[in-house]
């Protein structure tokens, strides 16, 4: 399984970026989620979508950042509003598959860079 993400770059503050990633999968996939990391900092959480479309977001990012996704093609996707320069970081999307009696396994995006200036 193979997670492609795209749409990261350079934008002011107060702008807005489209984060993409898609899954090279035929199973069905449960969880995809946006992670992000920092120069310096631990890689932490910024959203969650179930397959059923339920989601969770850190708390930094709630009002600003939607995540959603495409069942039917396998990609999530991160609008991101109101950018500041704190949301700078490397930003890498996951996706939880299911293998029945092998448990759930979670994948890695290459990871996507967005910088906002301060």
């Known amino acids: 399984v193979q997670l492609q993400a795209s749409g990261g770059g350079l934008v002011q503050p107060g702008g807005s970026l489209r984060l993409s990633c898609a899954a090279s999968?035929?199973?069905?996939?449960?969880?995809m989620g946006w992670y992000r990391q920092a120069p310096g900092k631990q890689r932490d959480l910024v959203a969650s979508?179930?397959?059923?479309?339920?989601?969770n977001y850190a708390d930094s990012v709630k009002g600003r950042f939607t995540i959603s996704r495409d069942n039917a093609k396998n990609t999530v996707y991160l609008q991101m509003n109101s950018l500041k320069p704190e949301d700078t970081a490397v930003y890498y999307c996951?996706?939880?598959?299911?293998?029945?009696?092998?448990?759930?396994?979670?994948?890695w995006g290459q990871g996507t860079q967005v910088t906002v200036p301060a």
């Open positions: 996951t996706a939880d598959i299911d293998w029945g009696s092998k448990g759930i396994r979670r994948y």
């Open positions: 999968s035929v199973f069905s996939i449960n969880e």
């Open positions: 979508i179930v397959r059923g479309g339920s989601t």
